[in-house]
């Protein structure tokens, strides 16, 4: 009896601590106030959860050297450090009033499309991030006798800067170049920023 005593100690040693060391640490883990729990949960979330957002916004222009205006709307979606965003712009120097005393004044309208990738920098409150791709310009000249239209390839460049309000909503700077074979465009959009991240 003694000798079987003995031997249930030992095996209870071995079998019970191991069980006891791995309950404790499974219970620190999921345990809501630790901060393992907060790391294994953010760290399951950036692997989860790729945020996404659309920028809404309107602002001032440049088409080639002539003042404009632009509206347009930005969707982007985030990979861990990087960013994918895909930009639809308006651009138009369209006066009514310069074109009824300027019978020789051209009216841009330009529309681009494009396609765009690079970095992001976050903190809790917001983001900086840059990037470049390829995209599309249509142009339109018209003039009071006449409309032209042609179509170009274009390198496109942006630069955002925005400020995460809630989880949902945003408020920030969107400013872009866009290099092609009709006129260059330059703007700046003040965004309303809706998505999730």
């Given at each position: 009896m003694n000798q079987l005593s003995c031997v249930g100690l030992l095996c209870g040693i071995f079998i019970f601590i191991p069980i006891d060391q791995v309950k404790s640490q499974?219970?620190?883990?999921?345990?809501?106030?630790?901060?393992?729990?907060?790391?294994?949960?953010?760290?399951?979330?950036?692997?989860?959860?790729?945020?996404?957002?659309?920028?809404?916004?309107?602002?001032?222009?440049?088409?080639?050297?002539?003042?404009?205006?632009?509206?347009?709307?930005v969707y982007c979606?985030?990979?861990?450090?990087?960013?994918?965003?895909?930009?639809?712009?308006?651009?138009?120097?369209?006066?009514?009033?310069?074109?009824?005393?300027?019978?020789?004044?051209?009216?841009?309208?330009?529309?681009?499309?494009?396609?765009?990738?690079?970095?992001i920098w976050q903190t809790d409150c917001g983001y900086i991030s840059a990037g470049a791709g390829i995209g599309l310009v249509r142009a339109a000249y018209e003039t009071p006798i006449d409309i032209a239209t042609n179509t170009s390839i274009s390198l496109p460049v942006e630069a955002q800067w925005f400020w995460r309000l809630t989880t949902y909503a945003g408020l920030g700077v969107y400013s872009y170049i866009s290099l092609n074979f009709e006129k260059p465009l330059y703007g700046v959009m003040v965004c309303a920023q809706l998505g999730a991240w």
């Open positions: 499974i219970t620190t883990e999921i345990n809501p106030g630790s901060s393992l729990y907060s790391e294994n949960v953010k760290s399951r979330s950036a692997h989860q959860n790729h945020p996404w957002w659309v920028n809404l916004g309107a602002g001032p222009a440049l088409v080639g050297n002539t003042f404009a205006m632009n509206a347009g709307m979606y985030q990979f861990d450090r990087s960013i994918l965003s895909a930009r639809m712009l308006g651009v138009t120097n369209n006066n009514p009033t310069v074109q009824r005393i300027d019978q020789s004044y051209t009216i841009y309208k330009m529309a681009e499309y494009g396609i765009l990738y690079g970095p």
